[in-house]
């Protein structure tokens, strides 16, 4: 009944091609940013901001980055983790040892960083696909977090590698409290998420489409095979390299190499499987369902056991948070593998005719 | 010159034993086309299997029939519940599942038999051989020997049941083409059901020896991460790949753990030990980029 197009007609090509070419869609949106931006800040507590905005939007990015690889690329990725771990140091580097370096721009830097170590581990992607990438990728992943722990010099000579970051200071502004951090990372992450949206729907995102459905056709009408799927891995990296800086200047201040384990790889993969690969909005989706799962059930379980008098210790409860990990991404894959994003989708199918069928 | 040689014996028995996993990998692969990521996953089921069985005062034989029977309600149920309903799906989502799977077995494993670290005792020693001590001053050790001979067994075993039994035809059949197996009356859904029991089985044999060997723990889900680069190095496809894979990845490993450190140190400050964790995968992935389908893997043609 309010959510039709009927009567939006589009005049400029400019209209026909923005992101939301439906005006319902286009108020709802404005409408979760005024909440994000203005009603969150208002009413949310610290523990909210430190314990679930914060690392939503940091991990909601990186889902980003691995989607534009795997979902739109269809270039499977198990090393996400530390290329998010590559922009987390390289990013404090730029910030120790360049004096007077903004921060903003050490970010910057922290992702074409990324996106050139990327591209170093992409390019076995122009020899070998599928299985044996993803195995390939793994290499990354071990090799990465080695050389962190290894080479002093890349966490300035701390022990073990852990590096504890500066504050955040942006033109004399000290981001110093959740409230203020948690406003930085939305503005980047949605510049960012803005950016990717943009570029899945150019020549760019069309070509990385064409390279996901089948690599050989795509070569054959005439897209740059080595170029594209460079491109994707850059591109990936640069996310997931932003990502690891908010992580470790915004999120926890102090990080060690081992933090961006193979377990953090495939969080970040099975939050765009369940949100949806191929789909910006999964991103966000996933990474909510994924961070916000863990809590659900470290409340839920505990309260279930005592009102049904099973003896239920800590290790039970992450078994189960296992078991329920795992029995989740197998029905998604099962039932639904366009994820949450695709739901989404199908309820606003079902809501343009409601409640008039015809 | 003997310490070279210790070296690489030690490397090539502690390979056969990446083999064994690698091999539950190769049998999956072969016969439904899915990279099944939670063989680490089930052998870690199977040697709590063995070891849960024997805490409830189970002898040795019938803990290892009963972690078979759960192994193979484990393979029917995983055909039932997952691969049944993903026929048709893209292969790369199956392989995610199986990352859900591994998840899932992860938790469910502990919960049925508890997750502290338990020694398992098969009745084989970790101990040098006096013989060989004596003759060539090389420490070899005879578990892995032992290990290396019920691999070899292993092998055999699985080699003349693919190659001499119906069944085994039957699985040759369905690896070959799943359609064409289908048309001439396969039950493709028994067959793959079968495949994970076996690879059930390999689990077990090699979960029973990495947990005699290092103690039944949550480690021995990374004994699939172990056995990956054995994989690429050796081709998906091929039992033989999987184990000249692992006795290559397995002396290599333990050579470069070695003798590459300390020419690290020579260049950089720094301790540089524990190249284990990614070297396998470097050498592997080099090795990829001169040969993609890996030593004995099927030469793959791509059609528009």
Redesign the interface.
Known sequence: MFYRETGQFKTTYAADQQIFPIRQDRIGMLLLLAVAFVGIPLFASEYWFTAILLPFLIFALAALGLNILTGYAGQLSLGSAAFMAVGAYAAYNFQVRIDGMPVLVSFLLAGLTAAAVGILFGLPSLRIKGFYLAVATLAAQFFIVWCLTKFPYLSNDSSSGVISLPGITILGFAFDTPRSTYLLVLTLVLLLALAAKNLVRSTTGRAWMAVRDMDVAAEVIGIRLMHTKLLAFAVSSFYCGVAGALYAFCYLGSVEPDGFSLDMSFKILFMIIVGGVGSILGSFLGAAFILLLPIFLDISLPAAASMLHLPFDNATVSHIQLMVFGALIMFFLVVEPHGLARLWQIAKEKLRLWPFPH | MSFFFEVLIGGLLAGVMYSMVALGFVLIYKASGV?NFAQGAMVYLAALSVVGCMEKGAPLWLAIILAFAIMTAFGIATEK??LR??VN?P???L???T??????????A??LFG?DVRPLDIGLVDEPIPAILDAFNIVVSRFDLAAAGIAALLVVVLALFFQYTRVGRALRAVADDHQAALSIGIPLQHIWALVWTVAGFVALVSGMLWGARNGVQFALTFTA?KA??V??LGG?TSVPGAIVGGLIIGASEKLAEIYIPPVMQSM?????G??E??FP??M??LF??VR?E?LFGEKHI???
């Open positions: 990279l519940f997952v309903k993903m799906q292969p790369i989502a392989f995610m599942a990352i859900g799977l591994s998840f899932f077995i992860e938790g469910l502990p919960m997750n991460l990956l680069p994989l690429i998906f950089f400050d720094g301790n540089f524990g190249i964790g990614w995968y470097v592997a992935l990829l980029l993609p890996g791509d059609r528009v």
